[in-house]
């Protein structure tokens, strides 16, 4: 037998640097699989977090009866019958829940303490009934604007606004490539987020499709801040108009409105509105704007029926350095004296 010196000596050494590779691996991948795990329960919790905004807005959203009210009840006693309570204007009770919240964010600061987490969750609402219905410009079958030449004529409005757009986002209009879209079309849009399949669309709002309050003090128009798919309205109510319409009309929406001054706003809400006559008497002092200075535009498509029960939340959490940003559109119904609330939409941001 020939002699191999050093031979099992360079074979022990070569097993043992394979093992020190393999013993390297696994625990690189076992704390990169530790440090992801961390990453995503965190995500998770923060997204959790976010979506509890909902049950938040539902307190919101629905009606509830003052304190001051009911004070004012227990005082006058003779001005009702035994058993039975003042009669109230739900519409004037929400609006008034709404001024905190309604398309401005409010932020929330929870601590180990009291909450049992360190975070943050803010939430911003806004009315699907501010916004114009997609599905209320064009029929599909008879591949033409709905009401074309009459007063409300949908093909004048939308020329009207997507030159307004235009002139905002210091683009070109989007209407030629909007009507050729439609006119290709055979059912209604099932979502808003369906008109960024259009070039010109993507190209104007790939930034901006939700609301972004980071981004909202400048010239910025948001895609689903100005259409919906959600409601079955044809017109829009001037008590809930987003921040994008506000801009497109030129409304300037008085800022920090102080309890008293809401109060008395909002007590001059009807179920039931003349806008010729109730702008000036109503809405004049939100929106420091005169009814005759309104676009005749505009004016064919506001809702003489108040109706507010279908809303779109903006709802942000931030922990320790993980954040989570949900767009969700809710409808609230009421059943057996009961209001609930329906998520219809969530998207994740």
């Not at 964010?105 to 699907?128: C, F, P, R, V």
Request: aromatic share 10%; net charge positive; proline share 3%.
């Amino acid at each position: 037998m020939h002699k191999k010196p050093g031979f099992i000596l360079f074979l022990l050494f070569s097993i043992l640097s394979t093992c020190s590779v393999i013993i390297s691996l696994y625990f690189m991948q076992a704390i990169t699989y530790r440090q992801l795990m961390t990453v995503l329960v965190a995500k998770q919790k923060t997204h959790r977090l976010a979506l509890s905004g909902v049950a938040l807005a539902h307190s919101v959203i629905t009606p509830q009866e003052s304190k001051d009210q009911e004070a004012k009840e227990a005082k006058t006693p003779e001005a009702k019958a035994p058993g039975q309570k003042a009669e109230t204007n739900t519409d004037q009770t929400v609006l008034k829940q709404l001024a905190p919240f309604f398309n401005k964010q409010e932020t929330y600061k929870l601590t180990q303490k009291s909450d049992g987490i360190d975070a943050t969750i803010s939430i911003a609402i806004q009315s699907e009934q501010g916004k114009l219905n997609l599905n209320s410009l064009y029929d599909f079958e008879k591949k033409k604007f709905l009401n074309e030449g009459q007063p409300n004529d949908r093909k004048k409005l939308c020329t009207w606004m997507f030159e307004k757009i235009a002139a905002i986002t210091k683009k070109p209009t989007l209407f030629p490539a909007f009507e050729k879209h439609l006119a290709t079309r055979k059912v209604d849009f099932n979502d808003v987020t369906e008109l960024l399949s259009i070039k010109e669309f993507e190209t104007a709002f790939q930034s901006n499709v939700f609301l972004n309050f980071e981004a909202s003090e400048k010239e910025n128009l948001f895609l689903t801040d100005l259409f919906t798919v959600s409601t079955e309205q044809d017109t829009i109510n001037p008590w809930l108009l987003s921040q994008s319409w506000c801009k497109i009309l030129g409304l300037k929406p008085k800022p920090n409105m102080t309890k008293e001054e809401t109060d008395t706003l909002f007590a001059k809400c009807k179920k039931t509105a003349n806008w010729e006559t109730d702008w000036n008497n109503s809405l004049k002092d939100l929106y420091q704007k005169e009814y005759k200075d309104l676009a005749q535009e505009i004016k064919t498509i506001l809702t003489t029926q108040f109706e507010a029960n279908i809303f779109s939340l903006l709802l942000k959490a931030n922990i320790n350095e993980t954040s989570s940003t949900i767009f969700t559109i809710v409808r609230s119904k009421a059943e057996n004296s009961l209001i609930s609330i329906e998520v219809m939409k969530a998207y994740q941001i």
